[in-house]
């Protein structure tokens, strides 16, 4: 029923901007976290960006102070928002939400391709 729409993708130079956006079908949903994790080709999946409902953030090194992430929690939505792209930044995003419900439950996004040519 709850689904992770996600938005924003696109082709960029180095350099440049894009902001990702996830947004839950639905609002009446309460996420504990979400966050943004991204895989190259032939790479493992690692997590980019994540976010508490309360507003703590990590980031993993290689996009700390590049990336911000935040949320709107009325309406159940995580952004992404990427400045000073790098070609190595260039992967598949994946909006992931995690919550509590008789256990730890997870949704992903379907993904969006992000990609940054040198």
């Known amino acids: 029923q709850v689904q992770l729409v996600e938005s924003g993708g696109g082709t960029v130079q180095t350099g440049g901007s894009l902001r990702l956006s996830c947004a839950a079908s639905t609002s009446r949903f309460s996420f504990n976290a979400m966050g943004w994790y991204r895989q190259a080709p032939g790479k493992q999946r690692e997590l980019v960006a994540g976010?508490?409902?309360?507003?703590?953030?990590n980031y993993s090194d290689s996009v700390r102070g590049r990336f911000t992430i935040s949320g709107d929690n009325a309406k159940n939505t995580v952004y992404l928002q990427m400045i000073n792209l790098k070609p190595e930044d260039t992967a598949v995003y994946y909006c992931n939400a995690k919550f509590w419900l008789n256990g730890v439950n997870e949704l992903w996004g379907q993904g969006t391709q992000v990609t940054v040519s040198s």
């Open positions: 976010i508490t409902r309360g507003g703590v953030t």
